[in-house]
């Protein structure tokens, strides 16, 4: 499974979005209906699951899948 679907089927967990439908400029709060705990939780699922340790300053800019995938592409250094 690539890093792509794995991360949709995490945010999947916290929404009402099926993976398969998620598009990579949709934004978390206002597509995807994620609360702050919601946010949060995630947060930590993604930097346990792929291993990385997310820097709350950059996440401030981050509002979309593609924008949070990126990142994360960034932080393995892939």
């Known amino acids: 499974m690539d890093k792509l679907t794995r991360f949709k089927e995490i945010i999947a967990q916290y929404c009402q979005v099926a993976a398969e439908d998620m598009r990579e400029d949709m934004r978390f709060r206002e597509d995807l209906g994620f609360s702050s ?33 990126n990142m994360i592409n960034g932080l393995q250094g892939a």
Do not use: K, P, Q
Request: no cysteine; aromatic share 10%; proline share 0%.
């Open 37 to 69: 705990l919601d946010f949060m939780s995630f947060l930590g699922e993604i930097e346990d699951d792929f291993d990385v340790e997310l820097d709350e300053e950059r996440l401030i800019d981050i509002n979309t899948i593609g924008e949070a995938m």
